[in-house]
């Protein structure tokens, strides 16, 4: 293998692709980075056979082949060099990789190729070689901007706790016009849908992705070509779901396209339509900025007292508008009172928050108010934009203990 290619491309693709590396497992080939040269480009790989992810970026491909890397060695290596060219070639007889940057070489041992995982890919590239796996199943295009919205604003509501696996995926929902997706931790509850504008799904679907694997797509498809769709397959008999992201053409440093490949989770999600609150008593709408900021203070005081803090809502009298009340206090570090103005209907109330969940979800909303709708102090109250349609988008979060 003898390829060149800009420091700053191999630099961007091993950041794409090095999120996906094993950082413990009992295979030393998965803490390491696939090259691959071939057909004018170079493919970077890495797995920990949960994410797989394949990268191809510019290259000068003068001999073909390929070797695993340590991945941390080549990064930070590749990420101390000059923004110039770097020539790589195999030693094949010692599987070292010999790379050279203007006056900077480095020698690496590597783990032979073949020992590395196959992931799989959705073509679309140039020939495929017989050891390259096509995975087929239902194909769906979607718009890059609109599904990298729709994960940071149901993503952040999955769970972490990996003793509930369940949780820590995010169900996805293909319908015939409509993408929807949701995610719990069992203590707030997320809910995105979007109108599909091509009826490109057959017969409804609905798989659960791991939260992690739709995070890094949503990362990656940061520097997409928003005028290429994201090309999505879903292979249930597999239990996979490759995600095809394609580089924006005009940019010197970019990627020619990513694939990520995620296994799902097989197992059933919660009946989440369950919990979400049919009516409400109290309607209250309040400028979104502003609850934003008055939440992000009363947390100062919150946060050495389980993230609580106080929400009571007046509705006005025809004289003066209605109120949100903000409190939150700490024994240790004193209290905070904030006072927002608010159009409020239906009975006064007081309900108890984490305000770190308050703080999630108005970070990931972009309309100008936000409308809370509750019924009780020990019922879970429902925040929706005001402007979205009432099916786009919802957010449902548990009360804390009841105010005393």
Request: with cysteine; hydrophobic share 45%; glycine share 6%.
């Amino acid at each position: 293998m003898r390829v060149s290619c800009l420091q700053e491309n191999l630099a961007k693709g091993l950041s794409i692709v090095g999120r996906a590396v094993a950082t413990r497992s009992t295979l030393p080939v998965l803490g390491n980075i696939l090259l691959e040269a071939k057909d004018g480009e170079l493919r970077l790989a890495a797995t920990n056979l949960e994410i797989g992810v394949n990268c191809w970026i510019g290259a000068k491909v003068e001999d073909e082949g390929a070797i695993t890397v340590p991945a941390r060695l080549l990064a930070e290596f590749v990420n101390s060099l000059p923004a110039e060219r770097i020539d790589m070639e195999l030693a094949v007889r010692t599987q070292t990789l010999h790379l050279r940057c203007a006056r900077i070489e480095a020698n690496m041992k590597g783990i032979d190729a073949a020992d590395f995982p196959i992931i799989p890919t959705a073509g679309g590239g140039h020939e495929i070689e017989e050891s390259t796996e096509i995975l087929e199943g239902t194909r769906i295009e979607l718009e890059p901007a609109g599904l990298r919205k729709m994960i940071d604003q149901v993503a952040f509501a999955a769970s972490t706790d990996e003793s509930r696996p369940t949780l820590t995926g995010v169900e996805v929902s293909f319908n015939p016009e409509r993408l929807s997706m949701a995610a719990t931790d069992g203590y707030r509850l997320s809910v995105r849908s979007i109108v599909l504008d091509k009826a490109s799904v057959k017969e409804p679907m609905t798989v659960i992705v791991p939260a992690r694997s739709l995070g890094e797509l949503a990362r990656i498809s940061a520097d997409a070509d928003e005028e290429r769709p994201v090309q999505v397959i879903v292979t249930q008999s597999r239990n996979q779901a490759l995600f095809q992201i394609w580089g924006k053409p005009e940019a010197r440093s970019s990627f020619h396209r990513v694939e990520l490949v995620s296994q799902l989770i097989d197992a059933r999600f919660p009946d989440y339509r369950a919990i979400i609150p049919k009516t409400h008593t109290t309607r209250t709408v309040v400028d979104t900025a502003a609850l934003l900021k008055a939440v992000r203070v009363a947390f100062l005081f919150a946060r050495d007292n389980a993230n609580i803090i106080r929400l009571a809502v007046v509705p006005g009298n025809g004289e003066k508008e209605g109120q949100v009340r903000l409190t939150a206090s700490s024994q240790e570090m004193g209290d905070n009172v904030n006072e927002l103005d608010a159009l409020v209907e239906g009975t006064d109330l007081e309900i108890a928050f984490n305000a770190r969940y308050l703080i999630d979800v108005l970070s990931q909303i972009d309309q100008p108010q936000v409308v809370i709708e509750t019924t009780q102090s020990t019922r879970p109250g429902a925040i929706r934009p005001v402007g979205l349609g009432e099916e786009e988008f919802l957010h449902v979060v548990m009360p804390m203990h009841p105010p005393r």
